[in-house]
């Protein structure tokens, strides 16, 4: 049934119907699936580019959610995204016929642990982490399996049946995360976020010790530690032996130092392991934050016997994934250009990582930021955090909350953060929709600006309609 030994979990399926398929983890995963020979459909409230992809492979995709899927596909096996209802009708109907009904965090975890997998975790950076890491596999001829949650510019997919050397992007937003049993775990940071699961920041802490402690007995686990919440962590784990750590200088097994920033984007710097310093390492995307994404790539490839030039020539190229500070185009104004990036940050250590890179890329320009807020859960947590990490562009115009499926709520609003900004001093700009943001920016735009659209909801359409406009 599929090309890779031992990956085949679900015995005597053959027939799989994904509710949620557009959404990028559901799709990666469906792609999985159809390339180990399962027969795969699905369907979604909205139709996007992911699922235009997935058809063009073959994977029939329904427009809207329904009971009557049941009847038409007449699957063995539903998995769902959790951003479906578990009491939905279509999941009510496949469930009285006695179809099994399965998230897409465990249903990956069943397929991920029963192979050598490598599991990237973390509240930022895993996408580019874990896309790192399948790359350089990839280059050392290791052949991968891979899942991955975003668009990779170096990556013609975002999940591939390979060996069973298993790297996947391994999502905490939800608690999925503990069903997973990582050979080898790298763990990014560790934040408070996705509020709406987890309700203060002790809980957040009381899911990454159970999800290391869970890994496979003896494997190693890589843990970024230039952030307080992953230093309490391995506070937490002490003494486990294997814990293998990064940060900057020589005083973690592996250290990023003599750093030197180009402009116009990408970085130079030395890497240490231990007390041996393996050479200089550049990279094409920028910013602090993917120097420590690069160190602990490179910490967890070198577990699995990729040498350090294979490494740095991967590493040399690697584009990013998509809407991670991706410049989607430039637009002429006057005697100037435009440049239109695009950035999926939308929690405040993310948006001011962006904003310090962005600094380093264009550092005489001046930075016009459209975000849109992610969540009324979020906003309301955050929402001075955000508006102080705004503080890094010179305009900042905001559009309304995306609620990302949350019900509406009348006492938060983009208002808080736009307050505290003027308060200060900064322009921060009330945009009623995205019509109201491109018309504002119209006047409010100058020759030589950069113009970022940020945030984890539609407002990536807004650069677009912008070079089109």
């Known amino acids: 049934m599929n090309t890779v030994e031992g990956l085949c979990e679900f015995e005597g399926v ?44 073959g994977i029939v995709c329904e427009l809207g959610h329904g009971a009557e899927h049941i009847e038409k596909f007449l699957p063995q096996l539903l998995i769902y995204s959790s951003a479906v209802d578990h009491n939905h009708e279509e999941l009510t109907a496949a469930r009285a016929k006695g179809i099994p009904t399965i998230g897409r ?42 899942v991955i949650g975003a668009e990779v510019s170096d990556l013609a997919f975002t999940a591939r049946v390979g060996s069973d050397l298993f790297v996947a992007e391994i999502d905490e937003s939800d608690g999925s995360f503990e069903f997973f049993r990582p050979a080898l775990t790298a763990i990014t940071n560790v934040e ?33 530690a230039e952030d307080e919440g992953s230093r309490s962590l391995i506070d937490i784990l002490r003494p486990d032996p294997n814990i293998v750590t990064c940060g900057w200088g020589r005083s973690f097994d592996w250290g990023a130092f003599d750093v030197e920033r180009k402009v116009g984007g990408g970085v130079f ?73 695009d950035d999926y940050g939308h929690h405040p250590t993310e948006i001011a990582a962006s904003m310090a890179a962005l600094r380093d890329v264009y550092p005489n320009r001046r930075l016009v930021v459209v975000f849109q807020p992610h969540r009324y859960s979020r906003t309301r ?12 562009s010179e305009a900042a115009f905001l559009l309304p909350i995306y609620p990302a499926g949350e019900p509406y709520e009348d006492d938060i609003s983009s208002a ?54």
């Open 416 to 469: 808080s953060i736009s307050g505290i900004m003027n308060l200060d001093g900064h322009d921060a700009v009330l945009c009623d929709d995205h019509e109201d943001a491109l018309s504002k920016l119209d006047s409010a735009l100058r020759p030589g600006d950069v113009l970022v659209t940020l945030g984890a909801g539609n407002v990536t359409k807004l650069g677009e309609a912008y070079l089109k406009r």
């Open 381 to 392: 947590a955050f929402y001075r955090e955000i508006a102080s990490a705004l503080k890094g």
């Open 105 to 146: 965090g465990l249903a990956l975890s069943r397929f991920f642990n029963v192979v050598h997998g490598i599991g990237v975790a973390g509240t930022h950076g895993k996408t580019t982490t874990s896309s790192m890491i399948g790359l350089i596999l990839e280059r050392g001829g290791l052949s991968p399996t891979l």
């Open 192 to 224: 408070w976020d996705h509020v709406n699961y987890f309700h203060t920041p002790d809980d957040v802490m009381a899911a990454f010790v159970r999800f290391a402690k869970m890994r496979k007995p003896g494997s190693p686990l890589v843990i970024c």
């Open 269 to 341: 710097f030395s890497v240490a392991r231990g007390k041996e310093t393996l050479g200089r390492l550049e990279l094409a995307v920028s910013g602090d934050h993917n120097i420590m994404n690069a160190l602990t790539a490179c910490a967890s490839a070198s577990l699995l016997g990729v040498p350090f030039e294979c490494i740095a020539d991967t590493l040399r190229g690697f584009r990013g994934a998509k809407r991670r500070l991706e410049k989607v185009g430039e637009k002429k104004k006057g005697d100037g250009l435009i440049d239109v990036i």
């Open 14 to 57: 053959e027939r799989v119907h994904l509710m949620g398929i557009g959404g990028v983890g559901i799709s990666a995963l469906a792609l999985l699936l159809s390339g180990m020979k399962y027969k795969v459909d699905g369907c979604d409230l909205v139709r996007g580019g992911a699922m235009t992809k997935l058809e063009k492979s």
